[in-house]
């Protein structure tokens, strides 16, 4: 009996050992025979699956195959594409002949290649097919594996998001699956963060939480796609970590803490230079939205620090909704400006000094680059400048703003016009309102206003204008209410009209009523007095029963009804009493 079972193990080891050659010695014919593999894995997959190449040897305990350029061959209009161009396993032998299947030691995927289709994936049964194949393979058949230098391609409806794969190891055991790497969003981000994904559970329900870390990211992409500038972005280095927790297969919150990221652009005047100290994003899904909060957002701009709190939504289709929780103070955020406003232009800003705060804020955004806005401001004010004969403090506004173009409501119930540059005195006034078109491109703005309203007890009017910044002309009239003589000396211009045509004023019309009166300026604003005609001031009043001293020789003329014109730096008085003078 002892010899009949020593005969049998004996029989059997040589079979064993027979099989084992033939198995060594087949592997090299392997690739004359791979029609055979091709069927069976297309099987596996519910789709036909083809392989330009297989090599093989024996390693160790089994087999070492490659496969190289794995694809699926479904047609071009499918859902789901996949290539790999390398594909390394080393199968122990012994443990598949126990399991009665494949067990693979090493499964390396080198320059793997996934397109999803989401906008049709759910539609084709034939692709849900392929997707539970590959998940059986990746989460159940394979113990471990690796994926290396690959991508994956997610298309959507209104974009296509790329993710880079540098290394992934990932570990499957019984319902734990874990994979550690690094990964990139290539329209985010130039280089790569690092990841854990630790999830529980079988395919259909899977649980768990995806960590990612970066430092030192290279968040160019993302900086060059959100701010557009024509300027070179010379730095940009992001540093995060986030969470995304993940219930029954989907997301179910992202957090997101910000830490020293820095930006830096290189400008004809000089680096201008952002840096994010912190901030915390959190987000949820809402039906097929993305609600989040922008918490703590703490930026050094140049040498100013601002605090601000944010709350917004982002559709599937990629736009950004954007409102702030709590105002917000702008004049930290005019560092920014020659990002987007050109040399000339930002010379105008500086000199103004503008302040303001954002007490409300609603954006919206879309992925093509169209911008809508709507924004209400406080406690705005500028100073006079030589450019700018007048400053004011203490005005709100309401703004409309879509693309290049805006329409700002600016108001005040009272305050005070700085217009001592131009006049002798500032200027308390009890009423204004001023509605604005803004339009800007890449030479610079204009504005243009027809409905606007300048009140005080020293005078009143209303003025309509238009101004280029490029050409730095305007074009301005307007009415002027009346006012007493015995005011005009607080009004006149002498920047514009000359001293000695103001004394002369003061000592020659001192009573009488103003009825009304108009002003025109049609000229660049630096070429005052027009001496080459390149433009034109009038300054023309209408003075009712006003007394008037010609000159100190004369005798003064009383309840005269003469119109009085100034045009540059000249002077000119007409009169139905036939009275025609000019002083130059």
């Known amino acids: 009996m002892i010899k009949k079972l020593w005969a049998l193990v004996a029989c059997s080891l040589v079979v064993i050992a027979v099989a084992l050659s033939l198995v060594r010695y087949s592997l090299p ?18 789709t036909q699956l083809v392989i330009e190449e297989i090599t093989a040897k024996w390693q160790g305990v089994g087999p070492a195959i490659v496969l190289r350029n794995v694809a699926l061959a479904n047609n ?12 390394a396993i080393d199968i122990d032998f012994w443990q598949s002949v126990l399991a009665k299947q494949v067990q693979a030691n090493k499964f390396d995927l080198n320059k793997l290649e996934l397109t999803l289709d989401l906008t049709t994936i759910e539609q084709e049964n034939s692709e849900i097919q392929i ?3 590959l998940e059986n393979l990746f989460l159940q058949q394979l ?10 391609i997610i298309d959507t409806p209104h974009d296509q998001q790329v993710v880079l794969i540098d290394q992934v190891s990932w570990v499957n055991k019984g319902l734990h699956h874990q994979g550690v790497g690094q990964l990139q969003v290539e329209d985010l981000a130039r280089n790569s963060a ?49 969470w995304a927790l993940i219930a029954e297969n989907d997301l179910q919150s992202i957090q997101l803490d910000l830490s020293n990221s820095r930006f830096k652009w290189d400008t004809p005047t000089g680096d201008i230079s952002a840096v994010v100290l912190g901030g915390q994003i959190s987000a949820s899904p809402d039906q097929k939205d993305w609600l989040f909060n922008l918490d703590n957002l703490t ?17 599937p289709s990629g736009s950004l909704f954007l409102q702030n929780k709590q105002a917000v103070r702008l004049s930290p955020l005019v560092n920014l400006l020659p990002l987007v406003v050109n040399e000339a232009d930002m010379e105008i800003v500086h000199t103004l000094q503008p302040q303001a705060e954002l007490t409300n804020l609603q954006l919206n955004r879309t992925v093509d680059g169209n911008v809508a806005m709507k924004a209400s401001l406080v406690e705005i004010q500028w100073q006079q400048t030589d450019l700018l004969l007048t400053g004011m403090q203490g005005l709100t506004a309401d703004i409309n703003w879509y693309n290049q173009n805006a329409m700002v409501s600016l108001k005040s119930k009272s305050g005070t016009l700085a217009i001592d540059k131009l006049l002798t005195h500032n200027i308390d006034y009890e009423r204004f ?4 078109y803004v339009q800007t491109s890449e030479q610079g703005f204009a504005i243009t206003s027809d409905n606007a309203l300048f009140k005080s ?23 002027v209410n009346a006012v007493d003589v015995t005011h005009l000396p607080r009004l006149y211009p002498v920047k514009l009209m000359g001293t000695e045509t103001k004394d002369y004023l003061i000592d020659s019309l001192n009573s009488g009523l103003i009825a009304g009166g108009d002003i025109l300026w049609h000229g660049a604003l630096n070429a005052f007095p027009f001496a080459d005609n390149q433009g034109i001031f009038q300054l023309g009043l209408n003075v009712d029963n006003g007394n008037f001293r010609f000159s100190s020789d004369w005798p003064a003329l009383t309840e005269l009804d003469v119109d009085l014109l100034f045009e540059n730096q000249g002077l000119f008085l007409s009169s139905q009493q036939e009275i025609c003078w000019m002083l130059n």
């Open 433 to 436: 309102f001023m509605d604005l």
């Open 194 to 242: 690092s990841f854990v994904l630790d999830l529980y559970g079988d395919k259909k329900e899977l649980t768990g939480v995806f960590f990612a870390e970066g430092e030192e990211v290279d968040l160019s992409p993302w900086v060059e796609q959100w701010l557009v500038t024509p300027h070179e972005l010379v730095e940009s280095r992001g540093s995060f970590v986030m």
């Open 457 to 479: 007890d020293l005078i009143g009017f209303s003025p309509k204008f238009s101004y280029h910044s490029e050409s730095n002309f305007l074009a301005l009239d307007a009415k």
């Open 143 to 152: 113990q471990q594996f690796s994926i290396s230098e690959s991508k994956i």
């Open 29 to 46: 014919y392997m690739n004359e025979q791979k029609h055979y593999l091709e069927d069976w894995l297309s099987k596996q997959v519910g």
């Open 76 to 87: 071009e209009d499918s859902s789901i594409k996949l290539t790999i161009a390398e594909t």
């Open 299 to 315: 930026l050094q701009l140049n040498d100013q620090v601002v605090v601000t709190n944010w709350l917004g939504k982002v559709e």
């Open 131 to 133: 997707i539970d194949a």
